[in-house]
């Protein structure tokens, strides 16, 4: 299974929402806790281009927020990427 990174906040539902989803796919997520860290959130706004949390990268796809998980699992592309190597 590809490396699973989060950019989360200790506070955000969706966040929380997107861990335990991809934990019951039986993926192990990496956060990176923007809250904590203003030069993680810097980091995340100029790798994604966007100011929200949780941004979600499976290996070195940028998956996008929660809802973009949902949608990607939904259209069946979800299982494939967490099966990549």
């Known amino acids: ?16 929402r997107a861990e335990n989803f991809l934990n019951k796919k039986g993926a192990k997520v990496d956060k ?9 959130m810097q980091k995340m706004r100029e790798i994604t281009g966007r100011h929200t949390v949780p941004q979600i990268f499976i ?11 949902v949608k990607l699992d939904s259209e ?7 099966q990549a190597n």
């Not at 299974?1 to 929380?16: A, F, G, L, V, W």
């Not at 290996?59 to 998980?69: A, M």
């Open 59 to 69: 290996g070195d796809t940028h998956v996008g927020g929660y809802d973009d998980l």
């Open 76 to 82: 069946g592309k979800l299982t494939p990427l967490l």
């Open 1 to 16: 299974m590809p490396q699973i990174r989060m950019y989360s906040s200790s506070t955000c539902p969706y966040c929380i």
């Open 32 to 40: 990176i806790l923007v809250d904590s860290n203003p030069q993680d």
